[in-house]
T-cell receptor, first 109, second 116 residues
Framework: GQNIDQPTEMTATEGAIVQINCTYQ??????LFWYQQHAGEAPTFLSY??LDGLEEKGRFSSFLSRSKGYSYLLLKELQMKDSASYLC??????????WGAGTKLIIKP | ETGVTQTPRHLVMGMTNKKSLKCEQH?????MYWYKQSAKKPLELMFV???????ENNSVPSRFSPECPNSSHLFLHLHTLQPEDSALYLC???????????????FGPGTRLLVL
């Protein structure tokens, strides 16, 4: 079967750095997405990786290793507004999105 | 106007009621989706419409009935629901291109549904 694993919850301190991991086993791979979802709001697109390596967008970076079936989202200079759930999703060989259950990130002052 | 809107934002209904959820996208996209989001579970894809034609129905019970009258609007008609159907129902849209099957989905804020 197809599976996406990410930690259920993480806690970090304002101003620090946090890394949210995502591992996947899917039938084929056509890219990996990260979304941010604040409580009671819409998931919003953060990043898309299809090639190995690190992609940086301001305070957020996303890394992919296809050989290891592994990705992480790196958040730097954490702010209170970064408290949210972070969803990992992989597009499989049929171009269907397979979703993880999300990681709830709690930022403490 | 925000990209994808959903109404109502909150809905409480009894098991014998009939209600409808509405989704509207203002992005000019040609594909729309219904998802179910339950606590601590992955998003579950329910229905997909491409160019107003339903292309996916992931074994969703018949008490959920989608309707897509045009490429901007999507409805989910609900009847005789069960308490386990209580969840957040998310609508999304995307632009599908014939030469590029990978597209980014944009989500609405969801309807929080409680079935009593």
């Amino acid at each position: 079967g197809q599976n996406i694993d990410q930690p259920t919850e993480m806690t970090a301190t304002e101003g620090a750095i946090v890394q949210i991991n995502c591992t996947y086993q899917t039938s084929g791979f056509n890219g990996l997405f990260w979304y941010q979802q604040h409580a009671g709001e819409a998931p919003t697109f953060l990043s898309y990786n299809v090639l190995d390596g690190l992609e940086e967008k301001g305070r957020f970076s996303s890394f992919l290793s296809r050989s290891k079936g592994y990705s992480y989202l790196l958040l730097k200079e954490l702010q209170m507004k970064d408290s949210a759930s972070y969803l990992c999703a992989v597009m499989d060989s049929n171009y269907q999105l397979i979703w993880g259950a999300g990681t709830k990130l709690i930022i403490k002052p | 106007e925000t990209g994808v809107t959903q109404t109502p934002r909150h809905l409480v209904m009894g098991m014998t009621n009939k209600k409808s959820l509405k989704c509207e996208q203002h992005l000019g996209h040609n594909a729309m989706y219904w998802y179910k989001q339950s606590a601590k579970k992955p998003l579950e894809l329910m229905f997909v419409y491409n160019f107003k034609e339903q292309t996916e129905n992931n074994s969703v019970p018949s008490r959920f009935s989608p309707e897509c009258p045009n490429s901007s609007h999507l409805f989910l008609h609900l009847h005789t629901l069960q308490p386990e159907d209580s969840a957040l129902y998310l609508c999304a849209s995307s632009q599908k291109f014939r030469d590029s099957p990978v597209e980014t989905q944009y989500f609405g804020p969801g309807t929080r549904l409680l079935v009593l």
